[in-house]
């Protein structure tokens, strides 16, 4: 089994080559979806979904997908470790909401400035803009810690279907 790096980063990425054809490392995850019900596992074309159970989740689970590329006889798959699609997007868009908000700050400071009016109002709405901003990294930063051992879980489950196949 591959260990994964303990450092926390921000949906890991790997890749892993196999020596046989694709058909192959597919049956394996259908074999694992039937037969091992601790584990969501989903296909779409040729990408694989696995996440934790729903009795198991929370809001900072994260799942694994991969992609799955034919390659003449061998099979390369590439892996992302990440958080649920909405997780993930909600906090894009109130990163998004956040910046856009700033910058309209900044250039109300900058107009209150050319005008030679008080900046205060627009001072303390930047400060409180980049408060804001810190408390959603910090709250990413505690998700991201408190799904980390689900991670570690996938990671042994998804090396727990391809050893297999390559030491065959």
Known sequence: MKELNNTIILRPRF?????????????????????????????S?????????????????????????NNDMTTEIRGLYGPKPTVWTMFMFLHFIVAILLLGTIIWG????????????????ALLL?????????????GKKKANKQMLELNTFFYSIIDPIEKS
């Open 130 to 142: 980049i408060f804001i901003w810190l408390s959603f990294y910090i709250a990413g930063r505690f």
């Open 110 to 125: 900058y107009t209150m400035v050319a005008t030679h009016n008080s900046i205060n109002s627009a001072l303390v709405s």
């Open 45 to 69: 074309d040729q990408h694989i979904f696995i996440r934790i159970p729903k009795k198991q989740q929370h809001f900072w689970s994260p799942q694994l997908h991969l992609e799955l590329q």
């Open 15 to 43: 890749t892993v080559t196999l020596d046989c054809d694709i058909s192959l490392v597919n049956s394996q995850f259908k074999k694992a979806k039937l037969n091992r019900k601790g584990y969501k596992v989903s296909f």
